[in-house]
């Protein structure tokens, strides 16, 4: 079952298929500006010396684990999870702001071999403590630009109420411009369930943040991710 949202529309779409029936939305193509006429040599050299240049940058800021084409699927990721933050709320309810490997109360992230949806491994959130507040994870801005589709698996345990994704967008100067709450539901189930979100970035967005949440998890919960891409979608 798919739960998809179009940025056009507030309504869920909830699919039985698998993953094809890419989602679409609307939008004008990105418009890349050109001069019309050819570069010199020295202006090509340069220009290409300043595209590996931007390349670099771009690599510094993207995690090794979010290369564009490639799913993260917690095969080769270190138990550490480079560049996944979590806030969860203390016993006093305040939040805190951590990296994921940073939590060990009340809440404890791990790589786990039990049932992963692809290869041998999946991303394990367990809540060790009652978490009445709101708990909110996820991995380090992906690369993604124009018109992407997000796609992942999960699946949970003794959780009383759906999650939700939250996006924020970066350009390739690290600066966030925006940040919001998409309509997509992470619907609960022992089973894996495929969640897609699909819409068209901020033309100047070159980084994805994707947060999952959730709220008022009981001890004893159990979340489990696998499969988490973002990809352009074909204009
Ligand atoms: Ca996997």
Request: charged share 25%.
């Amino acid at each position: 079952m798919k739960y998809l949202f179009h940025p056009d529309s507030v309504d869920f779409q909830v699919h039985q298929s698998s993953a094809q029936n890419a989602p679409s939305c609307g939008g004008r193509a990105l418009q890349i500006p050109r001069t019309g006429r050819a570069f010199p040599w020295r202006a090509k050299h340069f220009r290409k010396v300043c595209g590996v240049l931007v390349l670099g940058l771009l690599g510094q800021f993207m995690s090794a684990s979010s290369a564009q084409d490639g799913a993260i699927d917690f095969e080769s990721l270190s138990p550490e999870f480079p560049g996944w933050t979590a806030i969860a709320a203390n016993s006093e309810g305040a939040q805190e702001h951590r990296a994921v490997s940073k939590w060990d109360t009340p809440v404890h992230f791990s790589l786990d071999a039990e049932k992963p949806h692809s290869g041998s491994s999946s991303m394990k959130c367990d809540v060790v403590e009652e978490l009445p507040g709101t708990l909110i994870f996820g991995p380090p801005a992906l690369a993604a630009k124009g018109e992407v589709e997000l796609r992942f698996f999960v699946r949970s345990e003794g959780l009383h109420t759906d999650g939700t994704i939250s996006l924020e967008e970066y350009d390739d100067g690290k600066k966030r411009l925006s940040g919001y709450r998409t309509k997509v539901k992470i619907p609960l189930s022992d089973e894996w369930q495929e969640v897609i979100w699909s819409g068209r970035l901020k033309p100047e967005t070159t980084g994805l943040r994707v947060r999952f949440v959730f709220a008022g998890i009981p001890s004893g919960g159990k979340i489990w991710l696998d499969d988490l891409a973002v990809k352009a979608v074909a204009e």
